[in-house]
Every structure is written in structure tokens, then in C-alpha cells.
């Protein structure tokens, strides 16, 4: 049964840092793209990272947000500084094995329940 458990969320005041992991078992994910949502409240699910042999961001966290992972522990990373209120939101951890390196979410094959981070001003 595949699995991606996510941690690392919690209360951050603004401009402060955080690291979400993001462990997934199952099967092995070497070949899929492994990526980082974000939803909040009354919003869209919005693609923040990912990360296959090289690494894509959204706009809105580019020179902020970090992606890397770990193939050995199978272990995807998400590293927030200078958090801003905006980016408050559930976020979420996901695999995708098409190899089309989409950003858009209903084309990701796996899911993680989520893990919320909330910035404070």
C-alpha cells in the first residue's frame, strides 16, 4: 500500500522557518516526480515545488522555498524560510509517475493527508 506521511507543519510567526518531510513507502519513487501542494481555505490546491533530476518552483516561493530529497530513505523535504502569512495553508506532499513534470494537481498519481502550516503576523 503506498503511503506519503508528511510532517513538520505547525505555528511560525512571519519570517520565520520551517521543514516539512515527507516519508513515502510502498514502492520505490526513484523514477517519479515528487512535489509539494498547498490549499487554503476556500482556495484552489496550488502547485509550490518539485523535484525529479532537477527542480521547479512556484513563483510565489522561488528563492524561499528549498525541495530536495533523499532517495536512499526515500524522503522528500520541503525547507519555508521567511514565511510570509501567505503562506499559511494544508500542505500536502505528492508522486508523480507520468514524467510529464505538470504542475497541475489531478495529474499526480499519490497523495498525502497533509500537514498545516499556519504564519503568524
Known amino acids: 500500500q503506498v503511503q506519503l506521511v508528511e510532517s513538520g507543519g505547525g505555528l511560525v510567526q512571519a519570517g520565520g522557518s520551517l521543514r516539512l518531510s515527507c516519508a513515502a513507502s510502498?514502492?520505490?519513487?526513484?523514477?517519479?516526480?515528487m512535489g509539494w501542494f498547498r490549499q487554503a481555505p476556500g482556495k484552489e490546491r496550488e502547485f509550490v515545488a518539485r523535484?525529479?533530476?532537477?527542480?521547479y518552483y512556484a513563483d510565489s516561493v522561488k528563492g524561499r522555498f528549498t525541495i530536495s530529497r533523499d532517495y536512499t530513505a526515500n524522503t522528500v523535504f520541503l525547507q519555508m524560510k521567511n514565511l510570509k502569512p501567505e503562506d499559511s495553508a494544508v500542505y500536502y506532499c505528492?508522486?508523480?509517475?507520468?514524467?510529464?513534470?505538470?504542475?497541475?494537481?489531478?495529474?499526480?498519481?499519490?497523495w498525502g493527508q497533509g500537514t498545516q502550516v499556519t504564519v503568524s503576523s
Open positions: 523535484i525529479s533530476w532537477s527542480t
Open positions: 510502498g514502492r520505490t519513487f526513484i523514477s517519479y516526480t
Open positions: 505528492a508522486a508523480d509517475g507520468s514524467g510529464l513534470a505538470t504542475t497541475e494537481a489531478q495529474r499526480w498519481d499519490y
